[in-house]
């Protein structure tokens, strides 16, 4: 049982360039997020999904889609990377632990880098 | 709008010691409030939650205690061990809703 991945750790992007990181979580968790971390900031949830072929904007979506064709992926795709997007990225799944309970998994994070 | 604020971001304690990280939330709504804990170069990882109906729980060293009065809440590691520095983040959520992070705390627990 491996968790949550994330694929790749790390990257470094010039500007415009475009990218896909990759979540793969093999608990059979319905919810999936997209989060950024950046200093002093804390997580920001970017898109997130309830459930295989659905997908929600969350805090801070633009400049990012994102995809959930299999249940066990949830994919981010950014089309033309700007420097404001380097940053360290979360991908976390969900599930509830009881009526309102929620509790949520996280992979090793993706260190993006665009210059 | 930061509904979530962690106010300290460092906190340095003597290993034996109780270290006290604090949060603070604007939302009335939130109901549910979580602490997560977060190594460099990994993701967080959950170390402990509180209902809105309670006042306080306990895992081990890990307490949290909420002041939903003055929209409160606190994590008190007793004692502190040197492998508990890491940034500790709180979190909190309402029924259905997705999470709201605050900004974290770096704690230092010192040999």
């Known amino acids: 049982n491996a968790g949550v991945t994330q694929t790749p750790k790390f990257r470094v992007l010039k500007t415009g360039q475009s990218m896909t990181l990759l979540c793969a979580q093999d608990?059979?968790?319905?919810?999936m997020y997209w989060y950024r971390q950046d200093p002093g900031m804390g997580l920001r949830l970017i898109h997130y999904s309830v459930g295989e072929g659905t997908t929600a904007k969350g805090e801070v979506p633009d400049g990012y889609n994102v995809s959930r064709l299999k249940k066990q992926n949830f994919l981010l795709g950014l089309e033309s990377a700007a420097p404001s997007q380097t940053s360290v990225y979360f991908c976390?799944?969900?599930?509830?632990?009881?009526?309102?309970?929620?509790?949520?998994?996280f992979g090793p994070g993706t260190r993006l880098t665009v210059t | 709008d930061q509904q979530v604020k962690q106010n300290s971001p460092s906190l340095s304690v003597q290993e034996g010691r109780i270290s006290i990280l604090n949060c603070d939330y604007t939302?009335?709504?939130?109901?549910?409030f979580l602490w997560y804990k977060k190594y460099p170069a990994e993701g967080p990882t959950f170390l402990i939650s509180i209902s809105s109906i309670k006042d306080k729980n306990e895992d081990g060293r890990f307490t949290v205690f909420l002041n939903k009065s003055a929209k409160h809440l606190s994590l008190h590691i007793v004692p502190s061990q040197p492998g508990d520095s890491a940034v500790y983040f709180c979190a909190a959520e309402t029924s259905g809703s997705r999470l709201t992070f605050g900004e974290g705390t770096q704690l230092t627990v010192n040999p």
């Open positions: 976390a799944s969900e599930v509830v632990r009881g009526l309102g309970v929620y509790e949520q998994y």
């Open positions: 939302n009335s709504m939130f109901d549910y």
């Open positions: 608990m059979n968790h319905e919810y």
